[in-house]
């Protein structure tokens, strides 16, 4: 599966959700596919995403929220599944590309190369639903079970460890910040 | 266990009056009250940390998503929360108000507090982190709320640096 194909299954899911995706390859193909005001890159900071997304899906539980992470950030910050379980907020779901590598600087193997189980983890952690899924088909059902479940869950995604040849996209960091900010603004001021 | 009640209710009373509902922490000696009291308060988030550099991401969140938040650590959480707030909070002008608690100063006598101790004030003003010293409790309001105008308005995160004086009973 590649991570491409798998943003663009479920891209008109993904319109409706405040989404929060990791730097390099998530962010350069989503913003490929298509940027969207409700879609934030948090370019650096690895490990955070995750922790980002908790801090809006606790701050407003009306909003259904979408978590990009990958194996080598949510390697960096693993107690944010426990923290993540902790308070399982209902409207996060945390999607985790797991392409077995750092790609972006150079493609150098992570733990997941070697049997380590980010689902394991994330289930041993207390996330109620977590799954790993390798092909297509089965990642949009999981999603979509994700989005009907009404409950936090974790899919960690295996992908090739492909993406594109450039990560720097014309998306100012700023202009990304001010605008996702403002766009939850005025969600709750329609709301 | 002599950590003064009076004050830490002093430091939660500002930051209720500062509109924040959400606070992250990592239990240390010092801010087992303060932690206790937004455990107790209904109207507080209240998000119990792994490491404390996950607080940078959730008061990100936070903020983007129209939240008032605060941070509550050891001297030590904050080092170990740089890279957060140079890559997140730096990088995208995020406010974050980060109560940190001051171990290691004059008075100190656990030895494994002292080197933290001495580099927390250098890091602060290396990394352009405007600060201040929470030590007289007549001051806790008014430095609480100036410090948390500062965040907001330069979209920066600024520290306060709970001392010694303020916090302990001997």
Known sequence: MLRIDAMRAIYPDLEQCVVVTIMGAVSA??????????????????????SMGLGIALSRPELPVVVLDGDGSILMNLGSLTTLARYRPKNLIHVVFD????????????????????????????????????????????????????????????????????????????????????????????? | MPVSVKHSQLIYDALKACDVQLVSALPETWLVHLIHMAEDDPEMTLVRLAKEEEGVGISAGAHLAGVKSAMLMQ???????????????????????????????????????????????????????????????????????????????SLSPVALLLGRDLMWED
């Open chain 1, 29 to 50: 193909e989503l913003q490929s596919i298509g940027h969207r005001p409700n879609f934030f890159y948090l370019q650096h900071a690895m490990g955070l995403a995750s």
């Open chain 1, 99 to 191: 392409n077995e590598s750092l790609l972006s600087v150079g493609g150098f193997p992570t733990a997941t190369s070697t049997g380590s189980d980010i689902a394991e983890m994330a289930a041993s952690a207390g996330i109620p639903n977590t799954c790993n899924v390798d092909n297509l088909g089965a990642f949009t059902d999981s999603f979509a079970t994700a989005r009907a479940a009404g409950e936090l869950s974790t899919i960690v995604a295996k992908v090739e460890a492909k993406g594109p040849p450039v990560f720097l996209t014309d998306l100012p960091l700023l202009e990304n910040r001010f605008q996702f900010q403002r766009h939850l603004r005025n969600l709750r001021a329609t709301g």
């Open chain 2, 75 to 153: 001297n030590h959480g904050f080092l170990a929360s740089i890279n957060g707030i140079v890559s997140l909070a730096h990088l995208y002008h995020i406010p974050l108000l980060m109560l940190i608690s001051y171990r290691g100063e004059f008075g100190e006598r656990d030895p494994w507090q002292t080197q933290g101790g001495m580099s927390t004030e250098p890091l602060l003003r290396s990394l352009g982190i405007p600060y201040d010293r929470l030590d007289d409790p007549t001051h806790v309001a008014s430095r609480i709320a100036k410090a948390q105008t500062l965040a907001e308005s």
